[in-house]
């Protein structure tokens, strides 16, 4: 079965570093989300994707966020100086069609800012 | 405002026990989605189930069931001779059935922790 993949499973950044999360979507789906989840705490919507431009994004998703599709194949989040509370697991998922069957998360990348 | 509530935040049970998990949502949409994920100690989150408020249908799949109650805003799950393997976090989401951007965001509620003791 398709998989969306995201790298590192794991990154210890120092406060202020930037950092960039990967993701390759599955081959032929159009439609791309971030999504993060701090420990214990509910999944929280960032930022939606389609036809290289933002959709959505939520008040999470302020300046120091970026998102990027660099290629064909692979959906970057970037946090541009990180911060102690942007430690979370964050999410990466995509969709094929316009119609909502429900996101393929990725297995998500686990972020510590120390 | 959409919200989504599971009121219970941990449950244990022993094994061969059925185990209903509760959803209350809150929208002002008249057509929505609503979802089931699983969060396993790995820590991925895996789709269980969607269902559109057309649809009042209750679903079987093996030993899950969700029960959907529109009149209560109410989406429950059930499962039945729970195993030790079914030990996660489970997530109740709602989503908008139609958008003009073909993009959907969800809203989870805040989960509840399931333990199946041997």
């Known amino acids: 079965e398709p998989e969306v993949t995201q790298t590192p499973s794991h990154q210890v950044t120092q406060m202020g570093q930037e950092v960039i999360l990967r993701c390759v979507p599955i081959s032929n789906h159009l439609y791309f989300y971030w999504y993060r989840q701090i420990l214990g705490q509910k999944v929280e919507f960032l930022v939606s994707?389609?036809?290289?431009?933002?959709?959505?994004k939520s008040e999470i998703f302020d300046d120091q966020f970026s998102v990027e599709r660099p290629d064909g194949s692979n959906f970057t989040l970037k946090i541009r100086s990180t911060k102690l509370e942007d430690s979370a697991m964050y999410f990466c998922?995509?969709?094929?069609?316009?119609?909502?069957?429900?996101?393929?998360f990725g297995s998500g990348t686990r972020l510590t800012v120390v | 405002a959409q919200k989504v509530t599971q009121a219970q935040t941990e449950i244990s049970v022993v094994e061969k026990e059925d185990v209903t998990l509760d959803c209350v949502y809150e929208t002002r949409d008249t057509t929505y989605y609503l979802f089931w994920y699983k969060q396993p100690p790995s820590g991925e989150l895996v789709f269980l189930i969607r269902r559109n408020s057309f649809d009042e249908q209750n679903e079987i799949s093996g030993r899950y069931s969700w029960n959907f109650q529109k009149s209560t805003s109410s989406f429950n799950f059930t499962i039945t001779a729970s195993q030790v393997v079914d030990s996660a976090v489970y997530f109740c989401?709602?989503?908008?059935?139609?958008?003009?951007?073909?993009?959907?965001?969800?809203?989870f509620g805040t989960g509840t922790r399931l333990k199946v003791l041997a």
């Open positions: 994707f389609y036809n290289n431009e933002i959709s959505e």
């Open positions: 989401a709602l989503s908008e059935a139609y958008t003009t951007s073909g993009t959907y965001k969800y809203i």
């Open positions: 998922a995509s969709t094929k069609s316009t119609s909502n069957y429900g996101y393929t």
